[in-house]
């Protein structure tokens, strides 16, 4: 199976700063990579899929890049609807397989 | 507006059997993928199952496979998940969710619903 690792895993930070959040492979996915929004008790909501397409009605300050192991997630400006906890998603190969997530949180 | 409506989370005991129900509108069901997604309390999302659309097969996550089971009626916009031989490790809020097709995510997802499996 694919082994899927972010960093951090928790990561401080306050209203515009820029965030950036990373998604390592454990081996070639192409750009089969999906990254997901989840605040508690709620349903984790699509945010990019395709490593970098983002999903319609997802704000502009998100954006993701990557392409075979390495991917990232780029909030450019942190607005307080986005502390939340992230997580990274790889499609390439049955069977699928999340990051262990990433939870942003109030600095 | 798509929709998915989930049923059937309960508590259970150990070895025993439940089944849950996804109901979808506002899309064209048949088409779609249809995937479950578990995620145990405090911890992160796990990959369960899908059933691709158009009859494109079945696939599992190695946990359940040969225990739960995935199914589909396109006549009811409904999918199934079938699970015995529950184990206490099952213990989950189960996610169904939707994908367009080759190529694309999930982008739609069910509310969630509980499954304790505790004696």
């Known amino acids: 199976d694919i082994q899927m690792t972010q960093s951090p895993s928790t990561l401080s930070a306050s209203v515009g700063d820029r965030v950036i959040i990373t998604c390592r492979a454990s081996e070639n996915i192409n750009t089969w990579l999906a990254w997901y929004q989840q605040k508690p008790g709620k349903a984790p909501k699509l945010l990019i899929y395709?490593?970098?397409t983002l999903e319609s009605g997802v704000p502009s300050g998100f954006s993701g890049s990557g392409s075979g192991t390495d991917f990232t997630l780029t909030i450019s400006s942190l607005q307080p609807d986005d502390f939340a906890t992230y997580f990274c998603?790889?499609?390439?190969?049955?069977?699928?397989?999340f990051g262990q997530g990433t939870r942003v949180d109030v600095k | 507006e798509v929709h998915l409506l989930q049923s059937g989370g309960d508590l259970v005991q150990p070895g025993g059997s439940l089944r849950l129900s996804c109901g979808g509108s506002?899309?064209?069901?048949?088409?779609?993928?249809m995937s479950w997604v578990r995620q145990a309390p405090g911890q992160g999302l796990e990959w369960v199952a899908i059933t691709v659309g158009g009859g494109g097969g079945f696939y599992y996550g190695d946990s359940v496979k040969g225990r739960f089971t995935v199914s589909r009626d396109n006549s009811r916009n409904t999918l199934y998940l079938q699970m015995n031989s529950l184990r206490v490790e099952d213990t989950a809020t189960y996610y169904c969710?939707?994908?367009?097709?080759?190529?694309?995510?999930?982008?739609?997802w069910g509310q969630g619903t509980l499954v304790i499996v505790s004696s």
């Open positions: 395709k490593a970098s």
């Open positions: 998603q790889q499609y390439n190969n049955y069977p699928w397989t």
């Open positions: 506002g899309f064209t069901f048949s088409s779609h993928d």
């Open positions: 969710a939707k994908k367009i097709g080759y190529g694309y995510a999930l982008d739609s």
